[in-house]
């Protein structure tokens, strides 16, 4: 597979300029920006210079946040700006529980109704929406949806349009793995990679690099291949106080070695 | 329910003998110890103190960590112990990937097979194995025995002698809960309670008491007990830094004003 920048990788340090431009230096082929950096840069100067570069943008991160006030109307602008930037997808991180609830059912069905409610405008775009079941521990604030099997299920019932993104460090755990991978087919509209490390000191800014930690990233990769996945790239996406602190030139020669031995 | 005490709720400050006192002067009328508290007062004398002060053992916390050298042996003298204290259950924590391994297929192959290799001696004790599936943050290190499905899947291949014990920590989160609880029916041996935090700072040490998180207890044990659950107890299993640092008599005294409340 090829390598994409996902730009929270080197959030702390890079803007969306420099990560293009680190791209191209590193001749990593792929780019997925993060709305915050997209939108500070300008969405249009954006577009134009990811073109420029003959970048492949493998994805923007994120929509979704259905259970939080006003959603609709912010996945609406997400989709214009994954239109605009040519995104082969639009992932959607799709909430934790409702502020102050308990209603772990009642976040699922605001999750399905929001779905539900921007599919038109996503498929008038051309716009993939890439569902992405999150961790588990991640569920209470993050996302409800916590496995392959649950984000298929929605793709089946939201139709065309829709596929999932799959994320090693979000399902690697789960024992149904196979059978949903398999399932899913080609419907996997992106690959995303990253390392569980042991022990793990954070909830969500603890990611390894790929190889840091247990996840079987091949076998992964070797089965999402099976199972359809054409889509090439490798997305890395590093969530890391750690990573974050470094030099993002040095963090892109390592992630290349590393996609190289452990993707 | 009834309430239980599980003794790593306050595991700083006392040991089992403590911990037998302070459920009967709480008017707590179940307990379930840990092996070391267990160990370090005597199997023996724990048993007749146990008996003698009238309480019921919901469960001895724990064997399993079959994925660590001479576990089968370690298990055996679990279910020795478990059977000296008269307790209702066994619990398995499964154990992670074996050390320096990332064969998570291996892992649970392990765990299987050395379950199988456990339960002649548990079915001549009377003890019966109750698996407890834990949440997937603990994967690699703790458990790869992630699900009430998987659980369920193995109690059906072992047979006699086995059932799950379901603490609301580790599945509040699974899309399959009820549909899963619905199926395990009186095979829920155990019925465990504390609460998962929002922040949660630690994946392990970092629980709630319960009504101080998001889940929906009340919801979970009605499912439960609508499944079929006959035992009776809730089992308060609290492992926290923050609440380990207080006076445990403070401690029990919340917890029994949180079971009328919020469980």
């Known amino acids: 597979m090829q390598l ?11 803007g969306l300029p420099a990560c293009i431009e680190g791209a191209v230096r590193h001749g990593i082929p792929g780019i997925a920006p993060w709305r915050d950096v997209l939108q500070a840069m300008g969405v249009e100067q954006a577009a134009k210079q990811i073109r420029d570069a003959g970048l492949t943008v493998t994805g923007l991160c994120r929509g979704g946040m259905f259970t939080q006030p006003g959603a609709i109307e912010e996945n609406r602008r997400a989709i214009a700006e994954a239109h605009a930037i040519g995104a082969r997808c639009l992932v959607m991180v799709c909430g934790g529980l409702a502020p102050g609830s308990k209603d772990l059912h009642g976040a699922r069905e605001a999750v399905r109704e929001g779905l539900h ?15 992405e079941p999150l961790h588990p521990m991640t569920c209470a604030d993050r996302s409800v949806l916590s496995t392959l099997s649950q984000a298929l299920d929605l793709c089946d019932e939201l139709g065309a349009g829709t596929g999932v993104a799959l994320d090693v460090y979000h399902v690697w755990w789960d024992p149904d793995l196979a059978r949903q991978v398999a399932r899913a087919g080609s419907r996997i509209v992106a690959f995303h990679v990253c390392d569980w490390k042991v022990p793990t000191t954070d909830t969500v800014f603890d990611r390894g690099l790929p190889g840091e930690g247990v996840i079987d990233i091949p076998a992964i990769r070797a089965m999402v291949e099976q199972a359809g996945y054409t889509g ?15 030099d993002p030139d040095e963090v892109l020669v390592e992630i290349k070695r590393r996609h190289v031995t452990a993707v």
Chains 1, 2 share one sequence.
């Not at 409610?117 to 569902?131: C, F, H, N, S």
């Open 4 to 14: 994409s920048l996902n730009t929270v990788t080197v959030r702390e340090k890079w």
């Open 117 to 131: 409610a921007i599919m038109p405008e996503a498929r008038a775009a051309g716009v993939t929406i890439a569902l």
């Open 232 to 246: 090439g790239f490798a997305e890395v996406e590093i969530l890391s106080k750690r990573w974050w602190a470094e």
